[in-house]
């Protein structure tokens, strides 16, 4: 491509990296600019919810020192945010929550460790959805995100502020959290890339449990080549969680180049329905044609019973966190209600004052499934389906390598439009949820634009498939350049 | 009446497993620390952390499988057991619910008659403890120690077939040796790592079908479960003698007042929502393991005794109870196994006067004062003539006091038993002509009295002269002339 | 299925809620709508169909029986609204 000579805040972390490496600029400046321009645009934007300049700019002088020293530590001196879902010691840790409104944590996720021992520099924890439940970063404490391409629409959650940021070109990569889309449908809604690995490929060591089974961490970047860089990083067996995968991590991004030629791309019947907005079919369309005319295969598949994927979810993702949640009472850490009458009173009023509505609700409906008398025909139930829906997955990757199709059911939508109706919101989710329940590895990546907004096309993979479904993202998007377009107020 | 109703009876004996580290973590299970000093983030329910599962305590529950005769399974998972208390920190136990570990044992005990029955083990599962509550100390607070929280509990419950608080502590007792013997738990019930819980309920005998039971918690010690058991039992046969029900609820024994009261419930309704902890995967065992496990079991209780029966040829009685404890029975063995004396003289020593001297200062047979080869020595003394079984009493206490061997004491005190016959003649006329009276009443038919002769020459000599041959002796005497 | 108000504060009660009563009425028919949303698992064919708790076939990890945590009381009890002692407080609680 030439010498990069496009402004700091427009490249990609490969591009600065290697501005770094060539002495172009320092991890200083480079931080200093950036701190900048998240300042110049929270109001509107309202992506961070801590930004850390200080403790930013010590990091940047500490890997100017280690660059100079020779230590070229994969992301040294680049510049990282992490989503509010991850634990950051001696920072504040709210998971977009009132009840954690005043937690300080006292250790660093897995995932913040990584990164950090790979060099990188912290410059804050990002908005998002009130414990990651809610796709379209409406149910913070700290109010709503708004998407960079139209202040008056949702960039998408729960990993709203990550890609607001991203797709704001205010930071060039993001890490977010994926229980039934949360990184991949706000990546659709932005304009950018949004990877959930496989279940078990990083480690949830660190990162507020919401779902247990369905939680994965994964990154919002501009490339796939960026989320391949930081997935190294991430990845990899952490025996402070147990369901962690000792897998060998693979060079994700040395398999990039692999061709598109000869890939077996599943197209699912049942995506292309009427649930599906006309403007982005017709992005996906073209998207898939694009990679058929570099030799890819474009194969029907049929996954009968994904269109129980929402419903599944929305009994064992809530039951699962109505456990998790239980830990948030007011006694050891968190918010306290004031003059609390007896320990019922502390746990009611802490708990019914610290969590949003949302919240609330899904820890309701989490407790009625799994209460006596309703866990047969809700959880155990759910978990079968969910056992069906795992085989179709199987089934179909018997014939095809990644399975094609949208991410998200429309483009972005106004903030306030679907916050009356729970199950209008849920249904953003619609092609994101298979994803989890099977454990399975997915992308999204920009193609194209309907109505002025993003369209995002998602790949998905079998088990530990990264390698796969990133090649092809990153081949996709050496025929386009959606992924460089960026929202002209941010440019 | 009361012969009217057959009492029932199951057992919940929740043992703390004897780990360095907590089941899910790796903080300090050490008793006795300053509060909130080894809870770490995981056993704090902090946000984030995850459990991780401590490979003992499998090997543990494994082996307590297995010497209850009861199925270790392949396959056991994880639930969630879900309550809010302020020491269970996360909001929900870890433990077993639908698959645990341990299923189908059995348990022989004696009932009061001495007829050895067959008491089932429903199951055995593993879970973690929750911290202590405080409840005096901070006004009108409750202060929470989370040091206890995570520490792993075997849970072994019992099917219903105890039928009196007799039969209730005989299981309890067994069970608790096994732990001990297994050295899967230290069974310290004063510090809490052996707990049970009773579930007591009476019928009508003959009548099939189970009566109400109410749950006691709040047992520490054996004695108070066997009053509170009895205590329940006739509170309950007297409500339904009355006409009355028998509540299913949860009650707590007062030592004090010695009653059973009901217990404020902790949860409105028990509904727990129990489901697969999904931060944990199934534990999978194989063939391999589990025999590994059977391979390195000691010698259990049962077949310690039988053995000591048959080879040391001992009282089954006795044999009981040096195998209570692995620690006294194999003291009991170096004595035995260092001394020419018979065994039944060295376990009636080891019952006797040493477990007489441990109780009087509240010490446990491993930290007894006298070692079991110096024991065996002792019992050497008795049995070549040394001493005799009086004098050994007397440097049983000496030796027990740090005074040495018995070797050192009996030539130290000079202890040595007057074997020489023609000494012992001389005081023995001695003691006759100073007791002229005595003796004509001894030689008129007052056999009796050789006793007080007796006692005058073991007086003389300070108790040295052998019994025995005074015994011989004196007769002789009194008896010509 | 809708779900009734006593079955709601059931649930809260359980789940240590306290519900606004400006909104209770607004939270039995959002849950309830929930609940009628996800009844329709009730006609997926599960007949001899196994449970799926975790997405993939894993075992659990055993791990060495080792102290590996520190005392690290001080630091993390920055974060209690009330400690006296080394003590977590809460209001008093009758057994």
């Known amino acids: ?491 | 009446m009361k012969s009217d109703w057959e009492v029932v009876i199951g057992l919940e004996i929740h043992t703390q497993l004897a780990t360095e580290s907590k089941i899910f973590s790796g903080a300090s299970t050490a008793y006795g620390a300053d509060a909130n000093s080894q809870a770490c983030l995981v056993d704090l329910g902090y946000p984030g952390v995850l459990p991780v599962l401590n490979g003992e305590v499998v090997r543990m529950a494994a082996s307590f499988g297995l010497a209850v005769n009861a199925t270790v399974a392949q396959r056991s998972i994880f639930a969630r057991k879900n309550y809010f208390y302020p020491d269970l920190p996360k909001g929900y136990q870890i433990s077993q619910y639908e698959l645990p570990i341990v299923e189908n044992g059995e348990m022989m005990i004696r009932d009061e008659a001495g007829n050895e029955i067959r008491i089932g083990i429903t199951r055995a599962h593993l879970e973690e403890d929750a911290g202590k509550s405080v409840h005096e100390g901070f006004g009108n607070a409750t202060g929470i120690d989370l040091n206890r929280a995570g520490t792993p509990l075997l849970e072994i419950v019992s099917e219903p077939d105890l039928r009196s608080a007799k039969q209730a502590i005989a299981y309890m007792r067994k069970i608790h040796s096994i732990v001990r013997y297994l050295e899967i738990s230290d069974g310290n019930m004063q510090e809490g790592s052996f707990r049970c819980d009773a579930n007591v309920s009476v019928r009508p005998r003959g009548q099939e079908e189970l009566g109400t039971r109410a749950e006691l918690k709040n047992l520490n010690s054996f004695r108070f479960i066997e009053k509170a058991i009895n205590f329940e039992i006739d509170r309950q046969i007297e409500i339904l003698e009355d006409g009355g029900e028998v509540l299913q609820e949860t009650r707590l024994y007062d030592s004090v007042k010695d009653e059973t009261r009901s217990m404020r419930s902790k949860e409105e309704a028990n509904d727990y929502r129990y489901f697969p902890d999904p931060d944990l995967l199934p534990v999978e065992l194989d063939e391999e393991f589990i025999e590994a496990v059977r391979k390195a079991l000691p010698e259990l209780p049962d077949a310690k005794l039988a053995r000591f029966v048959d080879q040391y040829k001992l009282k089954s009685a006795d044999a009981e109870i040096l195998t209570h404890s692995r620690a006294l029975a194999d003291y009991f063995e170096v004595v035995a196994g260092n001394s020419n004396t018979e065994p039944q003289i060295a376990a009636n020593w080891v019952i006797g006067e040493l477990s007489a001297a441990l109780n009087k200062e509240s010490i446990d047979i491993g930290d007894s004062k006298i070692e079991a080869a110096a024991l065996a020595g002792l019992l050497d003394r008795i049995a070549d003539s040394t001493i005799s079984g009086k004098i050994a009493k007397e440097v049983f206490e000496a030796m027990w006091a740090g005074e040495g061997t018995a070797d050192d004491v009996i030539e130290a005190k000079g202890l040595k038993q007057i074997t020489d016959s023609s000494a012992i003649e001389g005081i023995v006329d001695a003691v006759i002509q100073a007791n002229p009276g005595q003796a004509a009443e001894y030689r008129g038919g007052k056999d009796k009295l050789l006793g007080f002769f007796v006692g005058q020459v073991m007086k003389e000599t300070g108790g040295k002269a052998n019994p025995g041959q005074v015994n011989e002796i004196l007769k002789k005497k009194l008896s010509d002339s | 299925m809708s779900l009734t108000k006593d079955q709601v504060q059931h649930i809260a009660t359980l789940a240590r809620l306290k519900l606004a009563d400006a909104e209770f009425d607004d939270v039995v028919d959002k849950l309830s709508r929930i609940v009628e949303f996800v009844d329709q698992l009730q006609a997926a064919p599960t007949d001899d169909v196994l449970p799926m708790a975790h997405p993939l076939n894993m075992t659990q990890r055993l791990r060495a029986d080792e102290i590996t945590e520190p005392n690290e009381r001080d630091e993390v009890q920055k974060n209690a609204p009330q400690v006296e002692n080394g003590y977590y407080l809460v209001p008093k609680v009758i057994e």
């Open chain 1, 1 to 491: 491509m030439g010498q990069d000579t496009a402004a700091l805040h427009a490249r990609s972390l490969s591009e600065l990296s290697r501005g770094l490496n060539e002495g172009e600029f320092t991890s200083r400046e480079l931080t200093e600019s950036l701190l900048q321009r998240i300042d110049d645009h929270q109001e509107q934007l309202n992506a961070f919810i801590t930004v850390t300049a200080d403790h930013a700019l010590q990091r940047a002088d500490a890997a100017d020192k280690a660059r100079a020293n020779g230590d070229t530590g994969t992301l040294n001196g680049l510049p990282i945010v992490h989503k509010d879902l991850f634990c950051t010691k001696g920072v504040l840790t709210t998971c977009g929550s009132h009840i954690l409104g005043n937690f300080v944590s006292p250790y660093d996720a897995t995932v913040v460790e990584r990164i950090n021992a790979a060099g990188a520099v912290m410059l804050g924890k990002t908005n998002m959805d009130e414990f990651a439940m809610g796709s379209s970063n409406e149910t913070s404490y700290y109010g709503p995100v708004t998407n960079p391409w139209n202040e008056k629409l949702s960039p998408g959650g729960s990993s709203g502020g990550s890609a607001a940021a991203v797709a704001a070109r205010v930071v060039p990569a993001a890490t977010g959290t994926d229980t039934g889309g949360s990184i991949r449908q706000p990546a659709a809604l932005t304009g950018t890339v949004g990877l959930k690995p496989t279940y078990g490929r990083v480690s949830r060591y660190g990162m507020v449990a919401f779902a247990s089974s369905l939680d994965q961490a994964g990154v919002i970047t501009r490339s796939a080549e960026d989320a391949a860089l930081l997935l190294g990083v991430m990845a990899g067996y952490d025996r402070r969680d147990s369901t962690s995968v000792d897998h060998p991590v693979p060079d994700y991004v040395a398999a990039l180049s692999k061709p598109v030629k000869g890939l077996k791309i599943g197209i699912v019947r049942q995506h292309f329905d009427e649930g599906l907005d006309a403007g982005c079919e017709e992005r996906i369309k073209v998207a898939l044609s694009a990679l058929k005319d570099q030799g890819a295969t474009l194969i029907e598949v049929d996954l009968p019973n994904i269109d129980l994927s929402v419903p599944t979810y929305y009994v064992v993702a809530p039951a699962e966190c109505s456990s998790n949640l239980s830990r948030f009472d007011g006694v050891r850490f968190g918010h306290r209600s004031d003059n609390p009458e007896d320990i019922l009173d502390l746990y009611c009023r802490s708990r019914g004052e610290g969590f949003g509505a949302e919240v609330q609700r899904r820890v309701m409906t989490g407790t009625y499934v799994l209460s006596a008398g309703y866990y047969d025909a809700y959880y155990l139930k759910a978990q079968k389906v969910r056992q069906l829906i795992s085989q179709d997955f199987k089934k179909a990757f018997a014939n095809v390598d990644v399975i094609a199709g949208p991410t998200a059911p429309t483009t972005a939508f106004a903030i306030g439009e679907k916050t009356d109706d729970p199950i209008t919101m849920y249904l953003n989710d619609i092609y994101t949820i298979g994803a989890n329940l099977a454990g399975l590895p997915g992308v999204s990546v920009p193609c194209g634009f309907a109505d002025g907004l993003p369209v995002g096309l998602q790949l998905v993979g079998p088990h530990f498939a990264e390698e796969t479904i990133l090649a092809c993202a990153h081949q996709y998007q050496q025929l386009t350049d959606w992924h460089t377009q960026g929202p002209e107020d941010f440019s």
